[in-house]
């Protein structure tokens, strides 16, 4: 799978890395932008602050699959019911929200568990199948929260994750699984 990754950081950046292991063609995207044409799947992830700056200089985005991966600690924009929907509403194509509540520097970890960590995403019917695929190969197990309309959701869980991360004294993985 062709995939773009807009933002070269520690999320960005350790996605990109995975997926190249994995066998995907990966092209990073900075702050200069570039184009997205040729991509199957866009990451997405930049500051929140950032979205449509990020979003703007780069071309070939119409009707994309995107993987929003942001969160709001660079404050929202207003009139979207999430992050992922502002995502949607510049991009117009099928948005999943993933990525978000797993810690970057805990990238080098995952092939290391025992049973694979979590990784929730909430998304369009139509970016489903691409997004488990791209968890999977990044060494998660997908944890299907939903349509987008829960993307909210998953941002908003962020400060409690991370909660539980510090009082366990650093990065952690999820896991969730139905009970016997």
């Known amino acids: 799978m062709k995939i773009t990754t807009i933002g070269r950081g520690?999320?960005?950046?350790?996605?990109?890395?995975l997926w190249r292991a994995a066998g995907h063609e990966v092209t990073e995207l900075g702050k200069d932008?570039?184009?997205a044409s040729k991509a199957d799947a866009v990451l997405l992830a930049v500051p929140s602050g950032s979205i449509d700056d990020a979003l703007a200089v780069v071309t070939g985005l119409e009707g994309k699959?995107?993987?929003?991966?942001t969160?709001?600690?660079h404050g929202r924009a207003?009139?979207?019911d999430s992050l992922a929907h502002q995502v949607k509403a510049r991009t117009g194509g099928p948005v999943a929200k993933s990525f978000n509540v797993n810690f970057a520097r805990a990238y080098d970890d995952v092939p290391k568990q025992d049973v694979r960590p979590g990784n929730l995403y909430a998304a369009d019917d139509d970016a489903r199948e691409v997004v488990e695929?791209?968890?999977r190969d990044a060494g998660f197990e997908p944890l299907n929260a939903g349509d987008l309309d829960n993307a909210r959701a998953l941002e908003d869980f962020l400060p409690a994750f991370s909660a539980v991360s510090g009082n366990l004294g650093g990065p952690v993985?999820?896991?969730i699984t139905p009970a016997a």
Not at 11 to 17: K, T
Not at 65 to 69: E, F, G, P, T, Y
Request: hydrophobic share 45%; aromatic share 14%; no cysteine.
């Open 173 to 175: 993985f999820y896991r």
């Open 10 to 17: 520690n999320v960005g950046g350790g996605l990109a890395r």
């Open 71 to 73: 969160n709001a600690f």
């Open 133 to 135: 695929q791209l968890i």
């Open 78 to 80: 207003e009139g979207f």
């Open 65 to 69: 699959l995107v993987i929003d991966a």
């Open 33 to 35: 932008g570039g184009d």
